[in-house]
């Protein structure tokens, strides 16, 4: 059973399909270290929220990524070397990566669902960390002014939002503002176009639209590059870790 | 031809107070209204929004001839008006309306927890002063504001303005509402203008209740679809490798 035509193919099979998974495990590697890097810098809201897998997810798959392009050069060594010590140290240790990286597309998009399912908790979030004391607090603030300078925005769904809610920013600074002055167009210059215009919400001189959307992008984003990527990635695996097994009992 | 009432005489000689028609299906479109005076021809062009308005037309003798821009049967037949003194035309009720101002008036809400916006009375009671007048209809306690603001004018060219320009180097401005402060939050008040002899409806409206932060419900809303088939896929395949690995190296054992 150890050589024939069919025995031969497999082998060239393994081989291309290692240096195929190596390839795919490094790119990975790659797509989790932007998404650690977070870009966009909203880590706060779903650190503060205690919801923050889906960058504990980027980390796994930093390190599951590149142990896959480990494996599989290691794996392309055992079946060319048609050894079965090696060809099983392989697959233990490639089932080991497959379910950390498992561990890992599950947690991101379960914790997604969490953070940006509804705008709930970034609301919730927002009005009771927003101009709060401690560290907390000011990294929500920081975060959200400059969300809401960037993406010109104000508020979770709207600037009704203030004004709708009781909230840590109404209760330090009164009613007289009803809303943060991030929230008001700037000139080049960073002074408020109209203050008092402002303050009585006339569309053209503040953000109307809601930051939540922007919000939910960026945490899809990361969330997809992490688990839908790493759910392909696990699918080839699946398919060579069967491929070599059958090696393994023919060798 | 559509009948002209003067409607009273002010206590200045030149000046005459003119009813003008109210809108009907001949009258779509804007409307123009001639006098001579001394042998001279004046006219001047309201907009269509100003059927219901006073128009206020200097010096006499004169004659007054409406044209209608739409249908030129009304047009050419110059008669002579006089002056039907005795037949006051009451010109609408004397009622105008105020409303809170919405998002299509170019602001993010008109109801605040402590302030309301308030649209402004029409033009045409313009340079009068405005009383307001509310009441809160929980505790039931009445407020007026006495003389708050005079009416702005019309312009008989009304132009559109859309932007607030600022240049640097001038503004342009309007005057969208007036807003009433110091208000009970969560309460509900009837309100209403007064400007000179014109009262407006009575608009009942109530301020924002605000509402507390806690109670926003901030648990996991619904498991997206997205989740459940990464799920249910990786922790099956899982369980398929562990037990494909345990069978292999079962059998491999059991064959040597």
């Known amino acids: ?251 | 031809m559509h009948p002209l009432w003067i409607l009273q005489q002010s206590t200045s000689v030149k000046d005459y107070f003119v009813s003008t028609p109210w809108a009907g299906p001949w009258l779509s479109g804007p409307q123009e209204l001639t006098w001579s005076e001394n042998q001279t021809r004046q006219h001047l062009v309201p907009d269509s929004r100003m059927s219901r308005s006073i128009l206020v037309i200097p010096a006499l003798p004169f004659h007054i001839m409406l044209r209608s821009h739409e249908s030129h049967l009304f047009s050419t037949a110059m008669r002579t008006m006089f002056i039907f003194f005795g037949m006051l035309f009451t010109l609408s009720n004397a009622e105008f309306q105020v409303s809170l101002l919405k998002e299509s008036d170019g602001v993010v809400t008109g109801r605040f927890a402590d302030s309301l916006l308030l649209s402004l009375p029409p033009c045409a009671l313009a340079t009068q002063s405005v009383t307001l007048e509310y009441n809160n209809t929980d505790t039931n306690e009445s407020k007026t504001l006495v003389n708050i603001f005079k009416v702005l004018p019309c312009r008989f060219r009304r132009d559109i303005i859309s932007n607030i320009e600022n240049n640097g180097q001038f503004t342009t401005s309007r005057n969208l509402g007036y807003q009433v402060t110091n208000l009970t939050t969560g309460s509900t008040y009837r309100l209403q203008y007064v400007v000179g002899a014109e009262k407006s409806n009575i608009l009942e409206v109530s301020t924002r209740q605000v509402k507390d932060p806690n109670q926003i419900d901030s648990g996991l809303p619904a498991r997206s679809g997205a989740m459940v088939v990464i799920t249910v896929i990786l922790s099956v395949s899982m369980f398929i490798l562990l037990v494909a690995l345990i069978v292999t190296v079962a059998h491999s054992l059991g064959g040597d």
Request: proline share 2%; net charge neutral; charged share 15%.
């Open chain 1, 1 to 251: 059973m150890a050589d024939g035509k069919g025995f031969t193919c497999l082998m060239v099979i393994l081989i291309l399909g290692n240096i195929f998974g190596a390839a795919a495990g490094l790119a990975l590697c790659a797509l989790a270290i932007w998404v650690a890097v977070d870009q966009f810098k909203l880590y706060p809201i779903s650190g503060v929220s205690g919801k923050d897998d889906i960058f504990a997810g980027a980390w796994i798959a930093i390190f599951t990524g590149f142990a896959f392009f480990c494996m599989c050069v290691f794996g392309i060594l055992a079946a060319a070397m048609k050894s079965r010590a090696l060809m099983l140290t392989y697959l233990i240790l490639m089932l080991i990566i497959y379910i950390f990286e498992c561990a890992s597309c599950i947690t991101a998009v379960t914790h997604r669902d969490y953070l940006v399912g509804n705008s709930n908790l970034v609301k919730k979030q927002m009005l009771k960390y927003y101009a709060a004391d401690g560290d907390s607090g000011s990294r929500i603030t920081l975060t959200w002014n400059k969300v809401m300078k960037e993406v010109e925005c104000c508020g979770t769904d709207g600037p009704v939002d203030w004004i709708e809610y009781n909230s840590t920013f109404r209760e330090k600074f009164g009613t007289d503002y009803p809303w943060p002055t991030h929230c008001c167009k700037r000139k080049n210059n960073y002074d408020v176009v109209n203050v008092e215009a402002c303050k009585n919400g006339q569309n053209t001189t503040m953000f109307t639209k809601g930051c939540f959307n922007h919000i939910e992008s960026v945490f899809s984003r990361y969330t997809w590059a992490i688990s839908w990527y790493g759910f392909a990635v696990l699918m080839f695996m699946f398919l060579l870790l069967i491929l070599a097994m059958v090696y393994y009992l023919m060798l």
